[in-house]
């Protein structure tokens, strides 16, 4: 039985900047005639239409995949979730040229009693490995991350597992050291190798949506709430979903800043917070307003202020704090009263 094959996506950045498209190149071309390995090319994840001809090839590949992007590895995983593409979060060993690889770990935070949307979802038994164009320059360490993933996915484990308690047969310890000798051509005695890689070449135009993280999200609803242009909607088990992606207005974030779990991301966005960066979404325990690109003011301020911008430039009223943020004042009735709320909780038990 020949080994599963690993399908690598490379996912072509928005830019056309030369030395972007070398690096995808490179990359495409260094996995050429890889044993036990696909290569597809399509237009930007971010960018590709549901209903196109990306998707629709993405959605079709069914074992493990390797995904390369311009994008946080949080978001390429969520953005393919959205269009149908669900698997086990693969674990990748890549960091960047100026990331220590054995890392200090953080302590462990208290458990928060606080179910996670992801709990829910019928995961398939396979794994999507997000790697991030942006750690490195050259195609070399993709190619070798790449390459380490598709041999841990070749691997026999179940075959191997039959050697308890005996010997392994000739043709077993043959085939683990050789996990592609039987998928040799008999013909030339060469491994079965793709000459080609499958490009999608599919016109899309650059898109401006929220994705959501579901290993974030606790389906407060609180986004739904608070924008007001029919983005948002529930499924039929009522959970938060991107209904009308298109509605979103191009440029405002504003839904990302107010969530209470940082579990919506713009990919695209200029601050990592709200692109989906993992390491500022390791921890909430920070300053919020600084961490989205809003020093010296409050992060529901800032948000509030863009949702007020994007009503003006469709002639329609601003709301200002006054609609969709009735969680969180319903949160802020749970901090200390002062002598003020003290006051109006006794004018109120007067009844005048």
């Known amino acids: 039985m020949p080994p599963p094959r690993l399908t690598v996506v490379v996912s072509q950045g928005q830019s056309h900047h030369p030395a972007k498209r070398r690096l995808e190149e490179e990359i ?8 036990g390995i696909e290569v597809t090319v399509v237009p930007n994840l971010y960018d590709l239409p549901p209903d196109g001809t990306g ?6 590949i069914t074992g493990d995949m390797v995904v390369v992007s311009w ?14 593409i669900q698997g086990q979060a693969g ?3 890549l960091v960047g040229d100026g990331e220590d690889e054995e890392q200090e770990e953080l302590p462990d935070e208290p458990a928060e009693d606080k179910q996670r949307v992801i709990e829910h979802l019928n995961l398939p038994d396979r794994k999507i490995y997000c790697l991030d164009l942006r750690v490195r320059n050259e195609a070399g360490p993709f190619v070798a991350e790449i390459q380490r993933i ?7 484990t179940v075959e191997l597992t039959q050697w308890i308690g005996g010997d392994p047969q000739p043709g077993q310890l043959q085939r683990f050291v050789e996990p592609a000798a039987g998928n040799v051509d008999a013909g030339n005695g060469h491994a079965d190798q793709s000459a080609e890689p499958n490009v999608v070449a599919e016109p899309t135009d650059r898109r401006w949506y929220p994705v959501i993280d579901f290993s ?4 407060c609803l609180e986004c739904i709430d608070f924008c007001l242009f029919g983005v948002y909607g529930i499924d039929n088990v009522d959970t938060i979903l991107v209904e009308q992606p298109d509605n979103c207005r191009k440029g405002c974030p504003a839904c990302s800043r107010v969530c209470p779990e940082n579990a919506i991301i713009f990919p695209q966005h200029k601050t990592p917070a709200i692109a989906g960066s993992e390491d500022v979404a390791a921890s909430l325990k920070i300053d919020l307003s600084k961490l989205f690109g809003a020093p010296g003011a409050d992060a529901v301020d800032v948000a509030v202020r863009e949702r007020d911008e994007q009503l003006l430039l469709v002639g329609r009223d601003v709301v200002g704090h006054n609609v969709g943020l009735a ?3 319903k949160n802020n009735t749970d901090q200390p009263k002062d002598e003020l709320d003290n006051l109006i909780d006794e004018l109120d038990e007067l009844q005048l």
């Open 71 to 84: 994008l946080y590895p949080r978001a390429a995983r969520w953005i393919l979730n959205r269009i149908g």
């Open 216 to 219: 974030r999200c606790t389906n």
């Open 91 to 93: 674990e990748t060993l």
């Open 55 to 60: 998707t629709m090839c993405l959605q079709g």
């Open 327 to 329: 969680t969180r004042q």
């Open 28 to 35: 495409v071309g260094s996995l050429l005639g890889e044993r």
């Open 150 to 156: 598709a041999t841990e996915a070749a691997t026999p």
